[in-house]
């Protein structure tokens, strides 16, 4: 501090008290000689924290209110079942609106009954968490069991669902997501038995990794899984997020740019598959985006 503010400032120390004199004028001065700039920063501080505190949960909820219409129930449909609903994983729409993007072990092999989709009813850009779901009769376009994915397409006339997800570009062999990202999973964890109620779950990616995915059944071990699982693992993302069975198949959502950087494909168990909903060990895997793209591209 330079000498003429000290000769400026030191006289109002001796002073008489001025009831005339602004006391918020004086305060401000005497901040200034020294705690001020510190506690300048401070009062910054606190009101920018609020403001981001504020804007980051708003953040997933748009994302939900948006997304929710496209992530639909996979399963069988039988008349003479009871339920006539098999649920069996999960799924949602891209593209057009009438494929539908899910894991190659939530399609039976063989299929013996008719696959169907329960997808939430139209309820225009506000959304309808609410509404009566309809069924959808599907069919099956394409599967990849070496990479657990599988691509269904609408097999009536009834029109397109009405919203789809989009999937994040892909950058030759550069990651769609990056470690630390936040991301939300969305599927039905618990299937139907409450009734076709989506839920999200929110964590990070843990860890970009490579492993060989080993078939669910030998008759899934077909010439083509065996020879992809000689040429090298595949890539995985790790996930620091609790997903159930019923997840299998899901959208796993960057949650700052909302597109799909992966699919939710398997839970680590502690124990037995019942633990998984009992004791869930919190550790997800999906798979990358990138082995979605070639599959909608063919």
Same mark, same amino acid.
């Given at each position: 501090?330079?000498r003429?503010?000290?000769q400026?400032?030191t006289?109002k120390?001796?002073q008489?008290?001025?009831?005339k004199?602004?006391?918020?004028?004086?305060?401000?001065e005497?901040?200034?000689l020294?705690?001020?700039g510190?506690?300048?920063?401070?009062?910054?501080?606190?009101t920018?924290?609020p403001?981001?505190?504020?804007?980051?949960?708003?953040t997933?909820p748009?994302l939900?209110?948006?997304s929710r219409?496209?992530?639909?129930?996979?399963?069988?449909?039988?008349?003479?079942?009871?339920?006539?609903?098999?649920f069996r994983?999960?799924?949602?729409?891209?593209g057009?609106g009438?494929?539908?993007?899910?894991?190659?072990?939530?399609i039976?092999?063989?299929i013996?009954?008719?696959?169907?989709i329960t997808?939430?009813?139209?309820?225009g850009a506000s959304g309808?968490a609410?509404?009566q779901?309809q069924?959808?009769?599907v069919?099956l376009?394409?599967?990849?069991?070496?990479?657990?994915?599988?691509?269904l397409?609408?097999?009536?006339?009834?029109?397109?669902?009405?919203?789809?997800?989009s999937?994040?570009?892909v950058?030759g062999?550069?990651?769609? /997501?990056?470690?630390?990202a936040a991301?939300a999973?969305?599927?039905?964890?618990i299937?139907?038995?409450l009734?076709?109620?989506?839920?999200t779950?929110?964590?990070? /990616?843990?860890?970009?990794?490579?492993?060989?995915?080993?078939?669910?059944?030998?008759?899934t071990?077909s010439e083509?899984a065996?020879?992809q699982?000689?040429?090298g693992?595949?890539?995985?993302?790790q996930?620091d997020?609790?997903?159930y069975?019923?997840?299998s198949?899901?959208?796993?959502l960057?949650?700052r740019?909302?597109? /799909?950087?992966?699919v939710?494909?398997?839970?680590v168990?502690k124990g037995?598959?019942e633990?998984?909903l009992?004791?869930?060990s919190?550790?997800?895997?999906?798979v990358?985006?990138?082995?979605?793209?070639?599959?909608?591209?063919?």
């Amino acid at each position: 501090m330079s000498r003429s503010t000290d000769q400026k400032l030191t006289p109002k120390f001796d002073q008489k008290f001025d009831p005339k004199a602004d006391p918020i004028v004086d305060r401000r001065e005497l901040l200034a000689l020294g705690a001020g700039g510190a506690l300048g920063l401070v009062g910054l501080l606190g009101t920018a924290a609020p403001a981001r505190a504020q804007e980051m949960p708003n953040t997933l909820p748009d994302l939900i209110d948006r997304s929710r219409q496209a992530v639909v129930a996979v399963g069988t449909f039988a008349a003479t079942d009871n339920p006539r609903f098999g649920f069996r994983g999960t799924g949602f729409a891209v593209g057009d609106g009438r494929r539908i993007v899910t894991c190659a072990h939530v399609i039976p092999n063989p299929i013996e009954k008719d696959l169907m989709i329960t997808a939430p009813a139209s309820g225009g850009a506000s959304g309808n968490a609410s509404g009566q779901p309809q069924m959808r009769a599907v069919k099956l376009l394409r599967r990849d069991t070496a990479r657990d994915l599988a691509i269904l397409e609408l097999a009536d006339d009834k029109g397109a669902l009405v919203d789809v997800l989009s999937l994040a570009e892909v950058d030759g062999d550069r990651p769609a /997501v990056r470690e630390g990202a936040a991301v939300a999973l969305m599927g039905y964890p618990i299937g139907t038995a409450l009734g076709v109620t989506m839920a999200t779950h929110r964590g990070t /990616v843990a860890a970009l990794t490579r492993a060989a995915l080993p078939a669910p059944t030998s008759n899934t071990l077909s010439e083509r899984a065996v020879r992809q699982l000689r040429d090298g693992a595949m890539e995985f993302l790790q996930l620091d997020a609790t997903a159930y069975p019923g997840n299998s198949g899901g959208p796993l959502l960057d949650i700052r740019t909302g597109k /799909v950087v992966g699919v939710i494909n398997m839970v680590v168990l502690k124990g037995t598959r019942e633990s998984a909903l009992s004791a869930p060990s919190g550790i997800t895997y999906a798979v990358p985006v990138k082995y979605v793209w070639p599959m909608l591209d063919k």
